[in-house]
């Protein structure tokens, strides 16, 4: 690899050699311009954000690991966190910096060390040519300009990150390495057995079979509400106060930061030819043409541009909501005041529980965390909140104990639990009644169908399924229970019928009528990726094993995380 980049080793090399000797940068978040990136305003101590080994981890020290993370994620999956509802949605901050923490420190435990030429390899695979395999600097100095400079990463910092980022991939492919101790003649057993075929009938008893002749008596219901009210108990609740920075809102402005991108159309032409046009399809899964792609990603990067211009403001009314706070600590109500006395409108949510969060907004998950990690007295996280199409400041209002409801008030529902609990017995006990039939038929050497025919009884033959089976088709989706087939049918021979096995609505009882053997010809055609997925998936077991483990034993320990919800 390093001969694909001999042009410009020495530029790299020296790239490197800088970052050795530049300190550490406090660094300021362009989206807030709070200095500390997320230190909260009220307390001041490390141990806020966690232990590890035995250690309080520093600020610093979780704002960097943080910053790599962030990175990580733009670099691996091609978008920063922020950009999109999926990134969003996989991204969390805290568990992921955590995680970052622990590996680094498990690579300087081991004494990883990682050279330059490492690092200089690390970074010719990630700005290769797709075609020619060779280093291309100027994605790598396009790319710092215009992301990396933008959130204030220096060249020193993603340095850094690779270095880091290196030692973590050479720790995975040590601690792995177990996985590979994976024979031709063991892969091959495993390939027959996941892709035999099983044949097989089964009897289904089902609870909607048996709803209509309930019957709930006052007496059942009340018995039945006293026995589960914790089914019926209400968690606890929150209600909190916010301002919402809509992205609509500024559009305008992000109209006017595009146009200072004068090449904006060739960038998006890169991006275009990059991902391939099979990366872009229309709502019904087909590949848009070349205009249409063009004219979404267009879209996108307005929006992104515009949820840009909401942090930055959501930012600034923070710093002046923190400023009230720390003026006026006791005033009720701070955040609506404040956004009555700058222009904005302040609203409040219904309470909502951190299961299922705000009805009323359209939020994120971090939202949720967040809201529910204030208290009286740190009433604000320390910093917005990025929603799907919004930033959001928020303040507590209000917490709400869990409750048990009244019956009346659940009444329906309750009466709903009743008949589907006793519906359940009822096609459970025909299950068992049918079953005891089906032996004494078996063991006069009736078939299974024949036994099934006298019980007026119907078996369903289901199409063939193997170990490796993901689902059966549409018509038999939720009538079946895929996991217990697999299981029931894998343990019996051809001609031999299981138990009564219960579901979670009745049960059902399955008759192996044939096992099929593997087609020789598709084993010789899909046995090597096979195996090398094996392999691959036994590397991953030993590593989380051996991750987990050194994990139990570092002990780590994660704070409160209001005191440095991410903006993320």
């Not at 435990?109 to 280093?135: C, H, K, M, Y």
């Not at 994976?182 to 035999?196: G, K």
């Amino acid at each position: 690899m390093l001969a694909h980049i001999r042009r410009h080793q020495k530029w790299l090399l020296a790239l490197i050699a800088s970052a050795t000797i530049i300190s550490f940068v406090i660094f300021l978040d362009p989206s807030t311009g709070r200095r500390g990136g997320g230190h909260s305003i009220f307390s001041g101590r490390s141990s806020e954000y966690g232990s590890i080994n035995g250690r309080a981890i520093r600020a610093e020290e979780f704002e960097q690991m943080k910053r790599e993370a962030y990175l990580r994620f733009r670099l691996f999956y091609g978008r920063w966190p922020e950009q999109d509802e999926t990134g969003r949605q996989l991204f969390d901050p805290e568990r992921q910096t955590m995680e970052r923490i622990f590996l680094k420190e498990t690579v300087d435990d081991l004494n990883i060390q990682v050279s330059d030429e490492a690092v200089t390899d690390w970074i010719a695979s990630a700005f290769r040519d797709p075609n020619s395999g060779g280093f291309r600097m100027e994605a790598y100095q396009q790319f710092f300009e215009r992301e990396l400079r933008l959130r204030r990463y220096t060249e020193q910092d993603f340095i850094r990150f690779v270095r880091h980022e290196a030692g973590i991939e050479h720790l995975y492919a040590v601690a792995g390495l177990s996985g590979d101790l994976v024979t031709p003649r063991e892969a091959e057993a495993l390939y027959r057995q996941e892709n035999e075929q099983l044949s097989t009938e089964v009897v289904l008893l089902s609870a909607s079979n048996y709803l209509a002749s309930v019957q709930v008596t006052p007496a059942a219901l009340a018995q039945f509400y006293s026995n589960n009210m914790a089914q019926y108990r209400v968690p606890e609740r929150v209600q909190v106060s916010y301002v919402k920075f809509d992205m609509t809102n500024f559009l305008a402005e992000a109209d006017q930061l595009l146009a200072r991108t004068t090449n904006l159309t060739a960038l998006l032409e890169q991006a275009y030819k990059q991902r391939g046009p099979d990366f872009y399809k229309d709502a019904d899964g087909k590949v848009m043409p070349h205009d249409a792609a063009i004219q979404k990603m267009r879209a996108e990067e307005r929006e992104n541009a515009a949820l840009s211009v909401a942090r930055k403001k959501a930012g600034e009314f923070m710093e002046q909501l923190y400023e009230l706070y720390q003026k006026q600590p006791k005033q009720s109500d701070p955040l609506e005041k404040l956004a009555a006395a700058t222009g904005y409108q302040s609203a409040v949510t219904e309470p909502f529980t951190q299961r299922e969060g705000p009805r009323d907004l359209k939020v994120l998950e971090s939202f949720t965390k967040a809201a529910f990690g204030l208290t009286l007295e740190e009433p604000m996280p320390s910093d917005p909140i990025l929603g799907a199409d919004a930033v959001y400041v928020i303040a507590l209002k209000k917490r709400i104990p869990s409750e048990v409801q009244p019956l009346d008030a659940v009444r329906e529902k309750v009466t709903a639990d009743v008949r589907q609990r006793e519906a359940t017995e009822a096609a459970r006990k025909a299950g068992q009644a049918f079953y005891s039939t089906l032996t004494n038929g078996l063991a006069q050497n009736k078939s299974f169908q024949a036994v099934c025919l006298e019980a007026n009884v119907i078996s369903h033959k289901l199409p063939p399924f193997s170990l490796s089976t993901r689902s059966l088709p549409q018509e038999w989706e939720g009538r079946v229970d895929l996991s217990l087939l697999k299981d029931v049918a894998s343990g019996l021979s051809p001609g031999k019928t299981s138990r009564f096995e219960p579901t979670r609505d009745g049960g059902m009882i399955v008759h192996l009528l044939l096992r099929l053997p593997v087609d020789e010809g598709k084993l010789k055609a899909e046995l090597p990726a096979f195996t090398a997925g094996l392999r691959e998936e036994r590397r991953r077991e030993a590593l989380s094993e051996w991750l987990h483990k050194q994990y139990d034993q570092a002990h780590v320990t994660v704070a409160s995380s209001q005191k440095k919800t991410a903006s993320e």
